[in-house]
């Protein structure tokens, strides 16, 4: 349950990145979820592999390249998904950095199981 939701939340994250960011193209919400469940799958298979070889470069640049490597990973999974279009190196940077903005601000709400957390204020 965790898992389809978490495609879910790439999926409202990579549809509010197209309609923001120009360069960035989505067909239909059938391609955002198509392009949200492959970024996960990027995100956990091939990121780990990137973020260990560019090790020396990400301490040289005290981090900012991974949103290099962000952006690679988002232009990667538009060559994979059909409909989904990523136009131009900084299209790419800019729109990874708001789909991992919007993908944090929507699972802050998601606990690791899949429910959704409320918030309360405790009375003081």
């Given at each position: ?18 309609v923001i960011v120009p ?102």
């Amino acid at each position: 349950m965790g898992f389809l939701l978490r495609v879910l939340i790439n999926a409202v994250a990579i549809y509010v990145v197209a309609v923001i960011v120009p360069g960035i193209e989505v067909d239909g919400v059938l391609t955002a979820l198509g392009a949200g469940l492959v970024l996960g799958v990027i995100n956990a298979v091939v990121r780990p592999i990137l973020v260990v070889l560019t090790f020396p470069v990400t301490l040289v640049t005290l981090g900012l390249f991974l949103l290099v490597l962000n952006g690679l990973c988002l232009w990667l999974t538009s060559l994979l998904v059909k409909g989904f279009q990523v136009h131009g190196f900084w299209a790419a940077v800019f729109g990874a950095l708001l789909v991992s903005v919007v993908s944090w601000v929507l699972t802050t709400f998601v606990s690791d199981r899949g429910r959704i957390v409320v918030i309360t204020r405790r009375a003081s």
